[in-house]
T-cell receptor
Framework: KAGVTQTPRYLIKTRGQQVTLSCSPISGHRSVSWYQQTPGQGLQFLFEYFSETQRNKGNFPGRFSGRQFSNSRSEMNVSTLELGDSALYLC????????????????FGPGTRLTVL | EDQVTQSPEALRLQEGESSSLNCSYTVSGLRGLFWYRQDPGKGPEFLFTLYSAGEEKEKERLKATLTKKESFLHITAPKPEDSATYLCAVQPYGGATNKLIFGTGTLLAVQP
C-alpha cells in the first residue's frame, strides 16, 4: 500500500509570495491533518480535513488555509509569506473514524521543506 | 491547557546501553498517547499507541509504557540504527478530531 505523498519536497520563496502544498493520503483514508514543524516549536497542528470539510483548526493566522478534494487529496496555502513561515510542513493521513473510544492512527508523509528568503 | 513535555532533550548512549525516554503530559482527558520516530529530513514514523494507564507495548528493542501522568519509551540494548528523534504526542478527548499535541522530542544518538 502506497504511503502518504507530499509535493513538492522542497520550496524556496521570497517574503510576500504565496505557496501551495499538496498531500495525497493513503488510499482509503478520508482524514488529512497538517502540521508545521520548526526547531523552536516542534510540531504544531494547523488544521484537519475530513470528507472535504475542515474538522478542526489550530492557532495560526488566516494566511494559512487549506482544502480537501473529493478524492481526499488536500492542499494547504500560505499567503503573504513571512520569514517565520520557514518550516517543514507535514501531512498526516488517517481513516477518519476516530470517535470517543476509538483512536485513529495517523501516518505522516515526508514533508515539504519551505524556505522563505 | 493540554501540554506534553519530553525529557531529556538529547541523549547519547553507547551501543548496548539501555535507557528510557520520558514523556509527561497534562490533558483534560486522554483518548490516546502516541510515540513516533523521526529520522533527519523525513516525516515521523508511527511506533505505538497507548490508551490507558498500565498498558505496555513492545516492538523489537522498544517498549512503551503509560501511567496517568507520563509515558516511558524504554530502549533495550540499542543499536546505532536506533539513532533518531523520538516524539511523543497526545490526543485529548474533544469531539471527532485527530488533532495531536506533540512534545519537542528527544534526540537519541547511539554510538558503536
Amino acid at each position: 500500500k502506497a504511503g502518504v505523498t507530499q509535493t513538492p519536497r522542497y520550496l524556496i520563496k521570497t517574503r510576500g509570495q504565496q505557496v501551495t502544498l499538496s498531500c495525497s493520503p493513503i488510499s482509503g483514508h478520508r482524514s488529512v491533518s497538517w502540521y508545521q514543524q520548526t526547531p523552536g516549536q516542534g510540531l504544531q497542528f494547523l488544521f484537519e480535513y475530513f470528507s472535504e470539510t475542515q474538522r478542526n483548526k489550530g492557532n495560526f493566522p488566516g494566511r494559512f488555509s487549506g482544502r480537501q478534494f473529493s478524492n481526499s487529496r488536500s492542499e494547504m496555502n500560505v499567503s503573504t509569506l513571512e520569514l517565520g513561515d520557514s518550516a517543514l510542513y507535514l501531512c498526516a493521513s488517517s481513516s477518519g473514524t476516530s470517535g470517543r473510544l476509538i483512536v485513529d492512527e495517523q501516518f505522516f508523509g515526508p514533508g515539504t521543506r519551505l524556505t522563505v528568503l | 491547557e493540554d501540554q506534553v513535555t519530553q525529557s531529556p532533550e538529547a541523549l547519547r548512549l553507547q551501543e548496548g546501553e539501555s535507557s528510557s525516554l520520558n514523556c509527561s503530559y497534562t490533558v483534560s482527558g486522554l483518548r490516546g498517547l502516541f510515540w513516533y520516530r523521526q529520522d533527519p529530513g523525513k516525516g515521523p514514523e508511527f511506533l505505538f499507541t497507548l490508551y490507558s494507564a498500565g498498558e505496555e507495548k513492545e516492538k523489537e528493542r522498544l517498549k512503551a509504557t503509560l501511567t496517568k501522568k507520563e509515558s516511558f519509551l524504554h530502549i533495550t540494548a540499542p543499536k546505532p540504527e536506533d539513532s533518531a528523534t523520538y516524539l511523543c504526542a497526545v490526543q485529548p478527548y474533544g469531539g471527532a478530531t485527530n488533532k495531536l499535541i506533540f512534545g519537542t522530542g528527544t534526540l537519541l544518538a547511539v554510538q558503536p
